[in-house]
């Protein structure tokens, strides 16, 4: 079934023209860690402790979906469409690594980046072009070949829930905080 909705995307045979896939795919990595390194050196530079917040949030939510997406990985042992099917595809993706695809970290990182901007930027001129670049980078992983629609599910699921995971950690985190300050001495 993987198989047949991953040919749905793309016809019988892989696109040859995916110039615009590959530089999708290459946004997920750089952008996802811009964010807390951007929210970080912002928030320490302007001692703003909201943004400082958020940057170790968005670094937490990065560090959680890509752990979790490398442990799974590494026991499902899924096979990249173009190794499971290679009449399905014209030729190998260059600098794609025959490592395994379930789930699909590209999109685990983009989703997790996406909902750290939901969870902090509650505005949907924030929020939609958030996920639509998300959601862009999954379809890139799939008309690429690498990765099946599940992998590409899977990875936002995991991906979201790392961000929201984080949120929760950081929530508690200030809130023993706040308690520890306020106790006298």
Request: zero cysteines; a positive charge.
């Amino acid at each position: 079934m993987n198989t047949h909705l991953l040919q749905n995307i793309y016809g019988p045979i892989q696109p040859t023209n995916v110039s615009v896939e590959k530089f999708l795919s290459s946004t997920a990595t750089p952008v996802s860690l811009a964010l807390p390194a951007g929210l970080l050196i912002a928030g320490f530079s302007t001692k703003n402790k909201t943004l400082q917040s958020q940057g170790w949030q968005a670094l937490g939510g990065f560090v959680i979906g890509n752990a979790v997406t490398q442990i799974t990985k590494r026991i499902v042992l899924r096979e990249r469409p173009f190794i499971a099917q290679p009449s399905l595809f014209v030729a190998r993706i260059e600098g794609e690594e025959p490592n395994y695809s379930f789930p699909s970290g590209h999109t685990t990182t983009a989703f997790a980046t996406a909902t750290t901007l939901a969870i902090n930027y509650r505005k949907w001129y924030v929020i939609v072009p958030a996920y639509a670049w998300a959601g862009a980078i999954g379809y890139s992983r799939m008309r690429l070949g690498v990765h099946y629609p599940s992998d590409v599910l899977a990875g936002a699921v995991t991906g979201a829930a790392g961000a929201w995971l984080s949120y929760k950690i950081q929530k508690k985190w200030q809130q023993r905080m706040q308690r520890k300050a306020q106790k006298p001495l």
